[in-house]
């Protein structure tokens, strides 16, 4: 099985389109226009009855001393943990592409309620939802997609990985506000396939990505 991008290539830059937020000469960010990028895939293993869709930062620092800090960056050896961006599953197995901003179209405060998807498809939460807990204007459920948004002053770029993997079940064991450890252990023992595609992004002035 395949997995590619019409928004961007394996191992290149996220476009800021599909970012929550983007470099601004002011504040350091402002929001974007958070659109979920364009998804194909081909190949799919006989017996697929369903998709999962997941997107995972795994740069993400464990620490948050430094973080959106001024005069300072997050240092390079700071051990570092995953940040989920996108869980769906129940995905139909006819499906073979997400069109790009057709899930997503800018950020919505609180998060969005009941995001789109394919037709009989489930979204779990993604880890905004722990970021802005306690925020009076942002705190929420965040479900569906949400891009990146790394700290401004990270030294490290991180790296977004979307993973496609097919089932051998049209329904995953997964209920209510699921996420995507929810969706990795339900999966086990059900995976016909896998295919995943990564992209980069920084938020960080001081790094130019090529």
């Given at each position: 099985m395949k997995l590619s991008?019409?928004?961007?290539?394996?191992?290149?830059?996220?476009?800021?389109?599909?970012?929550?937020?983007?470099?601004?000469p002011r504040g350091h960010?402002?929001?974007?226009?958070?659109l979920n990028p364009e998804l194909s895939w081909t190949g799919t293993p006989t017996g697929t009855k369903s998709f999962v869709l997941l997107c995972i930062d795994p740069d993400v620092p464990t620490k948050p001393d430094d973080v959106?800090?001024?005069?300072?960056?997050?240092?390079?050896?700071l051990p570092r943990t995953t940040f989920t961006h996108w869980a769906m599953v129940d995905i139909g197995a006819d499906v073979t592409e997400i069109e790009e901003g057709a899930f997503s179209r800018g950020v919505t405060a609180r998060g969005k309620r009941a995001p789109a998807g394919p037709e009989g498809s489930r979204q779990g939460i993604n880890d905004y939802t722990g970021w802005f807990k306690g925020?009076?204007?942002?705190?929420?459920?965040?479900?569906?997609?949400?891009?990146?948004?790394?700290?401004?002053?990270?030294?490290?770029?991180?790296?977004?990985?979307?993973?496609?993997?097919?089932l051998d079940v049209e329904r995953c064991a997964v209920e209510g506000s699921f996420t995507a450890a929810d969706v990795q252990k339900a999966i086990q023992g059900h995976?016909?396939?896998?295919?995943?595609?990564?992209?980069?992004?920084?938020?960080n002035p001081r790094i130019r990505l090529l």
């Open positions: 991008s019409k928004s961007f290539e394996n191992g290149g830059v996220i476009p800021g389109r599909c970012a929550f937020a983007v470099k601004a960010v402002r929001l974007s226009d958070n959106n800090k001024e005069d300072r960056e997050v240092p390079l050896k925020d009076a204007d942002m705190g929420g459920d965040y479900l569906g997609y949400d891009g990146p948004c790394p700290p401004w002053n990270d030294s490290v770029v991180h790296h977004y990985r979307f993973e496609l993997h097919a995976v016909l396939g896998s295919a995943s595609i990564t992209g980069r992004f920084s938020l």
